[in-house]
């Protein structure tokens, strides 16, 4: 990774990691729940998704600060589907990170309603963000963009079709559609808000919202390769794992070498549309040869 | 009932119950999850909170039609709710109306993400909603304002209190944060819409606020006299059912008589807001009698 990549993704990672339990710690709320929401907010992570949105703004000219609430709603989106992803109905995890799942230390009750108050209190954060003289046009797009990426048409309905999908083969297309909304979508929404609070054009959104989907591939792709190349304690899970719940993988379904050259297809791909885009392009050119090269 | 109410009821529930699944049958999602999510949200009920703002809105002398999809997505919202409570690790219910619970349909799992994308497609909703000539800033409020009433403040914070304080001797304070939260903050925001819909003043914001809490009290105690005296025919549930649950009630705090007088005193104060309002008082008031005076 590149030092520029590098520092900028530390300090807003710390940035961010700061400022996720300020906003629920005053909350006139039940103190069950509020530690409940906050401890999965603190559980760690890349936050790439915050991160991403505050990349692309500073790719802009902008400054960062303009995107912090409005990044640290995206993880909390992100933070509530992973409480209802690992609840005993879903994928049944007792440990995320290292540490003991939502519902294993609050119970199921208090981890579905610490995810409904994540997601819920997301949208009030970005009613109430600052985000500079951005319209309220512009924030009405920000959230209607949010929810349509992580609502039905996007993380839910890629959440379905993932459990749809289970025990089953799956073909290129279906695997594509499910990586596209499960995870995709809320990255590439991440991407096209930064965009919204930098007050870019159409023309480059629309690019940006291509880039994002291709980088988004490239990120699962990439997972798929080390699960099968990787060294467990690397990355941190059984290598292969993917393989004992008869997941369908890029590697299983086209070898390895076929999703190595899918890889280098999405890469070359995301570069292209990220060229079209009138920013300085240093920083997403980075981080998309970091997803690409990283190993883990 | 007065004739006027049972007129404006029954004509704007229909409406509603023809226009909650139009929004999803279209969209690109999952059949399954659209099905789920259309099953509950086709499940019946008073639809009390789409009619509470849309009569608001008409007792501004302002166009029902303006707050269709606000109010749908409001029902949208409480139907999430439902599907939530109704899970084995919540209230664990199987029937609900007489019909089998989400769950109980489409498996957990199905239930828990067709909440999820209720909820979050209900803000989507409002981005898009048809309210005429509504700025975007009070678009904005709107959504603050429903995203408040249903999250960690609100809601989600009064299930959680609910849930907490099961099988312990409440307060009367307990219950009724309890009330406003679980049931109360929904309802209020449905009558605040209405107001912001129809570019109401702040007074008079303010004052159907206060109404509408008194409404949602109003609401819960005769509820919970009607569990101690009704007909179990008639209420269609046991009678006596929350005593069983160990459930604090107003009549187990305050007696019958205490509780009957409570009502009186809460309906009082209903009113003492609502005529406070510059609107026609005709409707709310008549429901605001009929909520008190109901025999199920």
Do not use: W
């Not at 989106?77 to 519902?103: C, E, F, Q, V, W």
């Not at 393989?243 to 292209?272: C, F």
């Amino acid at each position: 990774m590149n030092a520029e990549l590098k520092d900028f993704l530390n300090e807003n990672k710390q940035e961010i990691e700061q400022r996720l339990p300020k906003y629920l710690e005053q909350l006139p709320a039940p103190k069950t729940l509020k530690e409940a929401m906050i401890y999965s907010l603190n559980a760690g992570g890349k936050r790439i998704r915050p991160v991403l949105l505050l990349a692309t703004l500073h790719s802009f000219g902008k400054p960062v600060e303009l995107g912090y609430d409005v990044a640290c709603a995206v993880e909390m989106i992100h933070t509530y589907s992973l409480i209802h992803d690992d609840l005993p109905a879903m994928d049944d995890d007792d440990m995320r990170r290292g540490k003991p799942t939502n519902h294993k230390v609050y119970g199921e009750a208090i981890a579905i309603l610490a995810g409904d108050a994540l997601l819920t209190y997301s949208f009030e954060l970005i009613t109430k963000a600052n985000v500079g003289d951005l319209s309220a046009e512009q924030k009405l797009l920000l959230i209607q963009e949010l929810a349509k990426a992580s609502g039905p048409e996007g993380m839910v309905g890629g959440q379905v079709a993932d459990l749809e999908g289970e025990n089953k083969a799956l073909t290129l297309d279906g695997l594509v559609y499910i990586h596209h909304h499960k995870t995709g979508d809320l990255l590439t929404v991440s991407i096209v808000a930064g965009a919204i609070i930098a007050g870019a054009n159409e023309k480059d959104i629309t690019n940006l919202r291509l880039f994002a989907k291709e980088l988004g591939l490239l990120f699962q792709i990439k997972d798929d390769i080390l699960d099968v190349e990787g060294d467990a304690i690397t990355i941190g899970k059984p290598v292969g794992s993917d393989d004992g719940n008869n997941k369908s993988t890029y590697p299983s379904l086209l070898g390895l070498d076929g999703a190595k050259k899918k890889l280098e297809e999405h890469k070359l791909r995301a570069k292209e549309y990220l060229y079209e885009v009138e920013m300085n392009h240093h920083l997403l050119e980075a981080l998309t040869d970091y997803v690409a090269e990283r190993d883990h």
